[in-house]
C-alpha cells in the first residue's frame, strides 16, 4: 500500500468504475420497471386480452421477484448473453456486434479530425488572445455550441449532398465495402459530429490553457524574455496536459452520446439508432442491452481521463 | 457597461420568440393543425414560409411550436431549478451522511449519459407532456444541484451563517434566508443556460420521435415530419431547425454578457 501509491491509487480508480457500472446495471433495471402497469401492458397496449398478457409475462419471467429477475439478467450479461428481442426474437448480442464496431469505426474517424484540430484552434486563440483570430474563433464557437446535431446535419445534406452532389445524403454501408466507399459513406457524419464536439473542445482547451498561463512561473517566463511560443510550447502545454486529456475524453463521451441523433439523420446502420427503434417498440432487452453498452463505454472514457490526470499530476502522484 | 450588440441582438430575438410564443392564438395566420395548402407548397405571399409535409401553414406551425417548446422548457427547467438547488443547499447546510447520500446519489445518476437515460425512461412511460417536463427536469436538476451544493458550501462556513446557528434558527431558516439570497446571482447566470440545454434536449427527443407527440407539435417534431423534403431539394424542415438554433444562439449570447457583467461587477480578471 505505501510502496505503490501510484498503483494504489489507480486500482482504486479502477475498482470505482466497477462499483460505478454495476450500480448503472441496478439504476437501468429499475428505470425499466418503474412504469404504470407492467412490460407486457406497455408491450400489448390496452387492448390486450387478459390471456395474451398472462403469456407474455410468463415468457418475460415477470412472476419472479425483480432481483430474481436482475441477477438473471445480470448472470447473463457476464456470460455475453444480452437476451433476445420480444419485437423480433433475434438474439440481441449478434444485432449488436455488427452495430457497434460501425458506431465506434464512425466515432473514430470523428475523433480523429475534431481532436487535433479543436488543440491547434484553440492553441491559436490562446496566442493571439484578445485580438481578432481569438475573437473569430470564440465568436464561431459560442455559435456553434448553440446548434442542434439535426440542424448541422440537415444542412450539410442540404447544401453540400443535395444541392452539390460531392456525398452521398444516406450513409449505407454494408460489408463488402471498400474503406474508401466507407469512408466516403460517412463523410457527412463525420463532418456533423466534428462541428458538434470542435466547439466544446476548442473552448475547454482554451480555457485550460488559459488558467495555466496565469501561473506565475509563466510571468516569470515572460520577463526572463523567452518568446511567447515557445513559453506555451515549453512551459505552459507540459502542465496543461492533464487539463486537456480531461478535456478531449469527456468529448469522447459526449461524441458517444451525440452519435445517437447523427445515426438517425443519416439513416446510418449503429448502436444509436438500434436503440431508438426500439425505445419506440418498447423492446426492453434491447434497450436495457444496448443502455447498458453506451454507460460502459461512457464510464469508461471518463475513467481513462481520471487514470491519465492522476499519472499527468506530480502532485496527486504523493498524496498526504 | 453599455449592452454589446451581440447581447442587443440576442434579447430581440429572444423576446420577439417569446412574444410569438404568448399572442400565438392572434399572431398565427392559420390554426395548428389546419391543412391549407399544397403538400410541401412553395413560398407566397399566402403561405410566407410555404407548407409542410400535409399541406399546413409551416409559418403558424412555427409560431405554435414555439410556445409548445418554450413551456415544456421553461416548466422544465423551473422544475430542475427548484428541486436541484434546495436539495444542494439543504446537503451542504446539513453535512454528513445526508450530503454524502445526496452526492453519491447525483453521480451515479451523472454516469448515464443523458439522452440514454431519459431513452430508457421513455421507452416505458408514454410520452405525455407532463411526463416530459418532469423527466427532463428531474435529469437536469442533477447539475444544478452541484453548482449550488458548492455555491452553498462557500456561504455555509461564513459568519454570519454561524451567528443564524448560534441564535438558534433552524435548517429551513438558514436554507431560505441565509444561503439563497447569497447565492442567487451565480444561479441566475446559469439559468440561461439550463434552459438552452433543456431546449435542445427537447429538441432531439421530438426529433427521435420520442418527445412531444402529434398532433401537438414542437420544433425538433416539426424537423422530423419534413425531414424526407429534404432528399427532393425541400428545405421544410431546415426552418424549424433554423428556430431552435437561433432561439439557443441569443440567449447564449445575453446568457454570456449576463454572466461576464456580474464577473466584472466582482472584479474578477476579465480574461
Known sequence: ?320 | MRMPLTAAIGLVVTVTILAAAILAPWVAPYGQGQIVGVVWGERSPEFLLGTDNLGRDILSRLIWGAQTTLLIAGLATALAFTLGSILGFFAAVWGGWVDMGLSRMIDLLMSIPTLIFALVILSVVPSTIPLLIVVMGVLDSTRVFRLSRAVAADIAVMDYVEAARLRGEGRAWIVFREILPNALAPLVAELGLRFIFAVLFLSSLSFLGLGVQPPDADWGSMVRENREGIVFGVPAALLPAGAIAALAISVNLVADWALKRTASLRGARGV
Open chain 1, 1 to 320: 500500500m505505501r510502496r505503490f501509491p501510484l498503483l494504489t491509487l489507480i486500482a482504486q480508480r479502477i475498482a470505482l468504475g466497477v462499483l460505478l457500472l454495476w450500480a448503472v446495471s441496478v439504476l437501468i433495471f429499475v428505470g425499466t420497471m418503474i412504469l404504470p402497469g407492467d412490460v407486457a401492458q406497455a408491450i400489448l397496449g390496452q387492448a390486450a386480452t387478459e390471456q395474451a398478457l398472462h403469456n407474455l409475462r410468463l415468457e418475460l419471467g415477470l412472476y419472479d421477484p425483480p432481483h430474481i429477475r436482475y441477477l438473471d439478467w445480470l448472470w447473463g450479461v457476464l456470460q455475453g448473453d444480452l437476451g433476445q428481442s420480444l419485437t423480433n426474437r433475434a438474439d440481441i448480442a449478434t444485432s449488436i456486434g455488427r452495430r457497434l464496431s460501425n458506431t465506434l469505426f464512425l466515432a473514430a474517424c470523428a475523433a480523429i479530425v475534431a481532436v487535433p484540430l479543436a488543440l491547434l484552434l484553440g492553441l491559436l486563440a490562446v496566442r493571439y488572445q484578445g485580438r481578432w483570430p481569438d475573437r473569430v474563433i470564440s465568436g464561431t464557437t459560442l455559435t456553434a455550441i448553440s446548434l442542434p446535431e439535426f440542424f448541422i446535419g440537415y444542412l450539410l445534406i442540404y447544401f453540400v449532398a443535395v444541392q452539390l452532389g460531392w456525398f452521398p445524403s444516406f450513409s449505407t454501408v454494408h460489408a463488402g465495402m471498400t474503406l474508401g466507399q466507407r469512408l466516403e459513406a460517412i463523410a457527412l457524419p463525420v463532418a456533423t459530429l466534428t462541428l458538434v464536439v470542435l466547439a466544446h473542445m476548442m473552448r475547454m482547451t482554451r480555457a485550460a490553457i488559459l488558467n495555466v498561463m496565469q501561473s506565475p512561473y509563466i510571468e516569470t517566463a515572460e520577463l526572463k524574455g523567452l518568446r511567447r511560443f515557445d513559453i506555451i510550447r515549453r512551459h505552459a502545454l507540459p502542465n496543461a496536459v492533464a487539463p486537456i486529456v480531461n478535456v478531449v475524453t469527456i468529448n469522447l463521451a459526449y461524441l458517444i452520446v451525440g452519435v445517437v441523433v447523427v445515426e438517425v439523420i443519416f439513416v446510418y446502420p449503429g448502436m444509436g439508432q438500434y436503440l431508438v427503434d426500439h425505445v419506440a417498440r418498447r423492446d426492453v432487452p434491447v434497450i436495457q442491452a444496448t443502455a447498458l453498452i453506451f454507460a460502459a463505454v461512457y464510464i469508461g472514457l471518463n475513467l481513462v481521463a481520471d487514470i491519465v490526470s492522476i499519472l499527468a499530476n506530480p502532485r496527486l502522484r504523493h498524496p498526504r
